[in-house]
């Protein structure tokens, strides 16, 4: 083994775990109007940039941390906050060491996302993956509605995704990023038997939850996520962003419920992406998740979370996107 091999293995062993956390989201739309309304008048993020191409939305100090992008297609990157060079060496490791492409990116690109340089690769689902160490600060408070939204160490929230590939999927997150399992869920939604299991990478609950159905690998949903997730401090500020995006008419797909998990009460209202988006207060610490044991709930609710104003066609849509679903191969990174 030579001096670069010994180098890479030895990062590649150390942990990661805490050093991580969701940084941004960079949506591809044409839907800019809608994201505008939906963004800042109902989620109630803060419009810090709007340009004829593009949107950018702050929740807290972070200059960017939503970005909407004029594009003809539909599409998402994440962006991965590491903590130190340290962390993001071990990371670019381990995805050296299974082959994964990785392209780094400065200028106008990386100002875009408010970082100054990001290292970009295909994650499960041809999903980007961006990583970056250092973001953007803005000198004034963000002007969000309500109380503003729970970040800091924990990242700006969570998502979720379904896949054909669950294994493969879960093991990306834990080999790559020493991802820590929280808890499972199984639940039977729209005939369907489903599968869930939750991710932390950092003292949130979860960072990732990833879902699948048990038996025949189904995905009904177009989308490269099927729920992005922002948590805000109080549970009033839940309640005046249900009642904001219902007034300027956008769809509650799950009425306010809460999960047995985390405890989040929440609801979720579709995005001009086609993606839910989740507002949610926790009703308990994120700190207690470490000592607590990795149960298994039946069940995503506690109570409601009941289909609001799902149509016949949003379900008709998802039984053609499961279906479709059965003809395609899932790219995974290894």
Not at 53 to 60: K, P, V
Not at 103 to 111: P, V
Not at 272 to 286: I, L, R, T
Request: with cysteine; aromatic share 8%.
């Amino acid at each position: 083994m030579n001096a670069i091999d010994t180098r890479l293995t030895t990062a590649a062993a150390r942990s990661v775990y805490g050093s991580v956390r969701l940084g941004y989201a960079l949506i591809d739309s044409p839907r800019l109007a809608e994201w505008k309304r939906f963004g800042a008048e109902g989620i109630g993020m803060a419009l810090t940039d709007s340009e004829p191409d593009a949107l950018a939305f702050r929740t807290d100090a972070h200059a960017r941390r939503l970005i909407v992008r004029r594009r003809p297609q539909e599409d998402i990157a994440l962006g991965l906050e590491i903590a130190d060079a340290g962390a993001l060496d071990t990371i670019l490791a381990r995805l050296a060491g299974r082959g994964v492409r990785v392209e780094e990116i400065g200028g106008a690109e990386a100002a875009l996302r408010g970082v100054e340089r990001l290292w970009r690769f295909l994650g499960p689902k041809a999903m980007a993956l961006e990583l970056f160490t250092e973001a953007k600060r803005a000198a004034d408070p963000a002007k969000t509605l309500g109380h503003g939204f729970v970040t800091g160490e924990r990242g700006m929230g969570h998502v979720a995704i379904t896949t054909l590939k669950y294994d493969a999927t879960i093991a990306f997150w834990r080999e790559i990023f020493d991802a820590r399992i929280s808890d499972f869920i199984e639940d039977r939604i729209g005939g369907v038997n489903l599968r869930f299991t939750f991710l932390r990478v950092n003292p949130r609950h979860h960072s990732i939850a990833v879902a699948a159905t048990r038996g025949v690998a189904m995905d009904p949903f177009a989308t490269k996520i099927q729920h992005m997730e922002m948590q805000v401090p109080t549970l009033d500020d839940v309640s005046d962003a249900y009642r904001r995006c219902r007034a300027l008419g956008f769809k509650i797909m799950m009425a306010v419920g809460q999960h047995p998990n985390d405890r989040d009460v929440s609801f979720y209202a579709m995005s001009p992406s086609g993606f839910y988006f989740e507002v949610g207060w926790a009703s308990q610490a994120d700190e207690d998740i470490e000592a607590a044991p990795q149960a298994t709930y039946q069940g995503v609710s506690l109570w409601g979370h009941k289909p609001q104003d799902q149509t016949l066609g949003d379900k008709l849509g998802q039984m053609r996107n499961a279906v479709a679903s059965l003809f395609r191969n899932e790219y995974a990174p290894y």
